[in-house]
């Protein structure tokens, strides 16, 4: 019986204090970014790492309706990234670079 009391004990807070003014709960999901575009240049670096070492760190250039854009990517990811193919990627922004979530070449 006690473990029944606490949830209904607070779903009945909840609906009580809706009544009480402006109250919300709200949350996201993290999915990080996304870039889409053709692929025109790829290479593998070193950068420092901010702590006296360095790290591996594939730079690539999308190309998207005229623009390019540079992206680090952590580690060597070269295989990836196929020139002049179209790629969307999704990742989470970082420094010294960017963690890949996932790889999609259109076709």
């Known amino acids: 019986m006690n ?3 606490a949830p209904v004990l607070i779903i009945s807070v ?3 204090s809706t009544g009480c003014g402006n109250w919300s709960v709200s ?11 053709s692929i025109s240049f790829v290479h593998l670096g070193n950068v420092l ?5 360095t790290i591996q760190v594939t730079f690539v250039t999308f190309l998207q309706n005229g623009a390019s854009s540079t992206i680090g990517f952590c580690n060597d990811q070269t295989s990836l990234f196929p020139l002049d193919q179209t790629v969307r990627v999704n990742f989470n922004p ?10 999609v070449i259109i076709v």
């Open 27 to 37: 949350g996201a999901i993290n999915i990080g970014s996304t870039i889409t575009g």
């Open 49 to 53: 790492n901010g702590t006296g070492g």
């Open 14 to 16: 909840l609906a009580v």
């Open 94 to 103: 970082g420094q010294p670079c960017a963690t890949i979530i996932i790889v």
């Open 3 to 5: 473990r029944l009391f």
